[in-house]
């Protein structure tokens, strides 16, 4: 599926994506709709499902806070490509399903273009310039956490196999 690249800059840190004020709040719906609050508060009425945050480095700094992936995932982002994560980060996201994909070339995805990745192949395709950039697929365990929903429902499904 393609979708709208939602570009951001580097250091994006957890507050960036869903401000402190907010983490009362556990409905990852209700939390979409304060993504990027104090950044780009036009976003979270604008995103649709399947766009695509992009970013440069360390997306994701700061606090361990589940409530960033989860409002990005609330808001129903696809996946977020950067050019490096914040280790925890990215752990809380695969943790909830929210596929990250590290790119050397994030640069070159410019704000509003539409993108599609090949999760499998580790491939970005550029649908506005025409263009491919590779990605670093995630690993097969990681991508059956991600297509089971999280490792909440990965390791249900893992408990199901070895009692049946």
């Known amino acids: 599926m393609a979708g709208k690249a939602w570009k ?3 250091d994006i840190d957890t507050d960036a994506i869903i401000p402190g004020r907010y983490l009362v709040i556990n409905d990852p719906r209700e939390l979409a709709a304060h993504l990027f609050e104090g950044v780009r508060p036009e976003m979270a009425g604008m995103i649709h499902q399947g766009d695509y945050v992009v970013a440069g480095e360390n997306f994701g700094c700061g606090s361990s806070r589940e409530h960033a992936p989860l409002a990005l995932k609330g808001a129903g982002v696809e996946a977020v490509v950067a050019g ?8 809380n996201s695969i943790n909830i399903g929210l596929p990250l994909f590290i790119c050397s070339q994030v640069d070159k995805i410019i704000d509003g273009a ?8 580790g491939v ?3 649908k506005s310039g025409n263009e491919s950039y ?5 690993p097969d365990f990681l991508r059956e956490i991600v297509d089971a929903g999280g490792l909440v429902e990965y ?4 408990v199901a196999k070895v009692t049946a």
């Open 84 to 91: 490096s994560f914040a280790r925890i980060f990215f752990r």
């Open 8 to 10: 951001f800059g580097d």
């Open 114 to 121: 539409e993108i599609e990745i090949d999760m499998a192949g």
């Open 124 to 126: 970005i395709h550029n």
């Open 134 to 138: 590779k990605t670093t697929p995630l």
């Open 155 to 158: 390791t249900r499904r893992q």
